[in-house]
């Protein structure tokens, strides 16, 4: 299966591996199943996957499917820094919850 990639990669710090990049949906697939906090695995977290299942099946955007990974991200904590501080969320700027 080909990787979809998002516009712009999400910088994630996870505890175990440190810094990851997360570049398109089956990334995002890999890292949320193998890498993502089991105590994170909530609601954000399965609709995060679901969308970027989705997404590689050619039934959502990817742009939608990263929004939903930023905001599962977001919600455990993990998101890092990056380009330009992990991008825009619901229009409005987010700055990086952990610095790299």
């Known amino acids: 299966m080909n990787d979809i990639l998002f516009s712009e990669p999400l910088v ?15 990334d995002a697939m890999k890292c949320l199943e193998d ?4 105590w994170a695995k909530g609601r954000s977290w399965r609709r995060a996957r679901l969308a970027c299942s ?8 990817a ?3 990263r929004q ?7 919600r455990a904590g993990i998101l890092g820094a990056s ?18």
Do not use: I
């Open 12 to 26: 994630l710090q996870l505890q175990v591996t440190g810094p990851r990049r997360v570049v398109g949906c089956l």
């Open 35 to 38: 890498e993502w906090p089991n």
């Open 54 to 61: 989705n997404a590689l099946e050619g039934r959502m955007d």
């Open 63 to 65: 742009q939608k499917a």
């Open 68 to 74: 939903r990974l930023l905001k599962a991200a977001q």
């Open 83 to 100: 380009r330009r501080d992990n991008t825009r969320y619901h229009g409005q700027e987010m700055g990086a919850s952990v610095a790299l």
